[in-house]
């Protein structure tokens, strides 16, 4: 039986809840698939990171398009702190370099 839109959406829901920092990336923290994605795990490192928690989408389509949804945000990867929407690599890069990542990771 395949899930629901909304089964997905609770499934996301529970993630983003559950862990204090998530990124939904393409690959994994190890082995990221995609530029963007690698990037945004070398940000989280920068900023010490150690509580990560990662959704490899390109391993559930269902998850893949459901966190456009859920976010309403059109691309991967995308973060989460404290169940918190924060945004995609280059709003990760401009964050990171701005202090506010740092600050948001430590608050």
Not at 14 to 24: D, E
Not at 27 to 49: E, W, Y
Not at 79 to 101: K, P, R, T
């Amino acid at each position: 039986m395949s899930e629901t839109t909304t089964d997905v959406q609770q499934r996301i829901a529970q993630l983003v809840k559950n862990h204090r920092v998530v990124l939904f990336m393409k690959g994994t923290a190890q082995f990221p698939m995609c530029g963007f994605s690698g990037r945004a795990i070398q940000i989280l490192k920068a900023n010490g990171v150690t509580d990560l928690t990662t959704v490899n989408v390109l391993e559930d389509e269902a998850v893949r398009q459901g966190i456009k949804d859920y976010a309403n945000w059109p691309t991967i990867p995308q973060l989460y702190v404290n169940g918190e929407f924060v945004g995609g690599s280059d709003i990760m890069m401009e964050m990171h370099q701005a202090g506010e990542l740092q600050a948001l990771l430590n608050a």
